[in-house]
């Protein structure tokens, strides 16, 4: 039950609901956060065990359980079994390679996603497995890594304000979907910094380095795409669900979120099209130095052919070269190796060849 698996190859032949962890473990120790709420109170505290969550399962309240750290199967498990959860939906939750989706059961609803954030300016991408269950009066978040990403709304319940704490878990999870879309706006920030630079690096002096850049983006641009297009489906999904746990007053909620999540999915696509001609633009850019090289390289060798022919001439070892007794031979050379290769510069210019 504490086994961890990297590859989801490494779980093939196992009965259905193991409860496996697959995926990197980038979080060793599990911590879990309790908030109870009511639009008279909040309470915030952290749970050791899950016998201490099991008294908010029956009141009239709202509560939120943050679980931070996959690691510990033992405590999924348990709480599977102490709120009568799926072990098809336990064993999703702890593989992390699970494409964005959601399902609907009798008493609850499962949502799994990605949340993506960025590291630095060099566009590393971090992907977290955010799995939301969602009861009447209880919501559970299970995330792979200790983070701020809820910060902004232990806030706004800390505060009061709004209609966070009014309303039930149906909203609660509008916040956290709203949330974890929204933060694919930095990233979009983010792509829209590097693909300019990157441009601006094309139009002056392209190099392998700048190739590789694009080739890393596009490679980057796949995953990226791969976990933020099927949020739509998803959200739209949720939006035409007829369980009771989703009230009429929160689709309008979720209509926003889904026009965000496809405000993003467009530039997502968009941005494949940038790369695909900022890759026909480093092409061209390679192309125009090349020429501009063999330009260059060809003027010379017009310049030095007429001027090797001569020294050929007068490089061979006859005997009755008039010209080689001259007086003036010599110093009418030169002038004539110097006059052919201005002559040869004057003319190129005139045609624009330079």
């Known amino acids: 039950m504490t086994d961890s698996l990297n590859s989801i190859s490494e779980k093939a032949g196992m009965p259905p609901g193991s409860l496996v962890h697959v995926g990197d473990v980038l979080k060793t120790e599990s911590r879990i956060t309790l908030i109870d709420y009511s639009a008279e ?61 959601f399902e609907e059961y009798e008493d609850y609803l499962y949502i799994v996603l990605k949340g993506l954030s960025v590291d630095s300016e060099e566009l590393s991408v971090n992907y977290e497995q955010i799995s939301i269950i969602v ?17 902004p709304i ?3 319940l800390k ?52 190739l590789a850049s694009i080739q890393r983006i596009k490679r980057e641009l796949i995953s990226i795409r791969r976990s933020v297009l099927p949020v739509r489906d ?71 052919i007429p001027l090797t022919f001569i020294a050929g001439i007068y490089g061979m070892n006859f005997e009755y070269m008039p010209e080689l007794r001259w007086k003036w031979a010599y110093p009418v050379l030169w002038i004539a190796f110097i006059t052919i290769p201005v002559v040869l510069l004057v003319y190129f210019r005139k045609k624009k060849w330079l």
Not at 68 to 87: C, R, T
Not at 141 to 148: I, P, Q
Request: net charge negative; charged share 25%; hydrophobic share 45%.
């Open 234 to 304: 998803m959200l739209n999904a949720i939006i035409r669900s007829d369980s009771a746990l989703i009230h009429e007053r929160v689709h309008i909620y979720l209509r926003d979120v889904y026009d965000h999540a496809l405000r993003i999915s467009e530039s997502i696509e968009s941005y494949r099209d940038i790369l695909s001609g900022l890759m026909d633009i480093y092409v061209s850019s390679v192309s125009n130095k090349m020429n501009e090289i063999m330009k260059i390289l060809t003027v010379f060798a017009s310049i030095f």
């Open 135 to 151: 009861l009447d009066n209880l919501i559970f978040t299970f995330k792979e890594v200790e983070d701020d990403l809820f910060a």
């Open 41 to 101: 109170h909040i309470e915030e505290q952290a749970v050791y065990a899950i016998e201490e969550i099991l008294p908010y399962k029956d009141k009239a309240t709202v509560t939120w359980v943050n679980i931070e750290g996959l690691k510990n199967i033992a405590l999924i498990a348990s709480i599977g079994n102490a709120f009568n959860i799926h072990p098809l939906v336990l064993e999703d939750i702890l593989n992390t390679h699970q494409r964005p989706k």
């Open 159 to 210: 505060n009061g304000k709004g209609k966070i704490r009014n309303l039930g878990t149906d909203y609660m999870t509008y916040a956290i979907l709203d949330m974890i879309v929204d933060q694919n706006f930095v990233l979009l920030e983010t792509l829209d910094e590097i693909l300019d630079s990157i441009e601006d690096e094309l139009l002056t002096n392209p190099t392998a380095a700048t």
């Open 154 to 156: 232990i806030k706004r």
